[in-house]
């Protein structure tokens, strides 16, 4: 199965726009491009999705290039509450996640 | 969204014995998985609950060593078998419905001595 590539870690300060970088060498032409987050001693929250296109929500949005090989999220303004670990799993459409490492990010106050 | 709960939430085992995990949802859902995802690792898919019949299995992941059941569209279980120090992890739950997002339970963390 194809696994996503993202860096280990990233750090932001508060309040400020954060890019996370996903690449998916290996995508499949009919797989979505998920992103979850993961607190610690929780499961992964849904955090969005999309196909080709780039996709906004209340949460963050979703940026994927026109090859489908990356794909970024950006979380417009970081607060504490948005360190977890992010994971970019490429996912079928009934469901079936596939997740690399995933990118620790923490926020500075 | 559905809500999802998995039960026990920890559990400390001897090595030999087996644990069964039970995961529930508060809502009909279309499909259910099962991840396992070791100390400081990322999540592995182990098996597609499939209601009423058996479970598909991921390479590397066998029914013996981790039977799964699924009896109706709300209900799963995992069984970790003949257990070891090496299958220490937290085991989670995964659903979803129809064009929806796949939502997680807390998971189970489980310790093998």
């Known amino acids: 199965d194809a696994k996503t590539t993202q860096p280990n870690s990233m750090e932001s300060n508060e309040e400020e726009p954060v890019h996370l970088p996903c690449n998916h060498s290996?995508?499949?032409?009919?797989?979505?491009i998920h992103w979850y987050r993961q607190l610690p001693s929780q499961g992964p929250e849904y955090v969005i999705h999309?196909?080709?296109s780039n996709v906004n929500n209340r949460m963050a949005s979703l940026a994927i290039a026109e090859d489908r090989k990356s794909s970024t999220l950006i979380l417009h303004r970081a607060t504490l509450r948005d360190a977890a670990v992010y994971y970019c799993?490429?996912?079928?459409?009934?469901?079936?996640?596939?997740f690399g490492q995933g990118t620790i990010l923490t926020v500075h106050p | 969204s559905a809500v999802i709960s998995q039960k026990p939430s920890r559990d400390i085992c001897q090595r030999g014995t087996s644990l069964t995990i039970q995961c529930q949802v508060d809502?009909?859902?279309?499909?259910m998985f099962w991840y396992r995802q070791q100390p400081g690792q990322s999540l592995t898919l182990i098996a597609t609950a499939n209601q009423g019949s058996e479970a598909t299995y991921e390479s590397g992941f066998v029914i013996d060593k981790f039977p799964i059941s699924r009896p109706n569209l709300t209900f799963s279980t995992l069984t970790v078998s003949n257990m070891s120090p090496e299958d220490s992890s937290i085991y989670l739950c995964s659903a979803l419905m129809v064009n929806t997002e796949a939502f997680f339970g807390q998971g189970t963390r489980l310790t093998v001595v």
């Open positions: 799993p490429e996912g079928t459409s009934y469901g079936k996640l596939t």
């Open positions: 999309g196909l080709t």
């Open positions: 809502s009909q859902v279309t499909m």
């Open positions: 290996t995508i499949s032409g009919t797989d979505y």
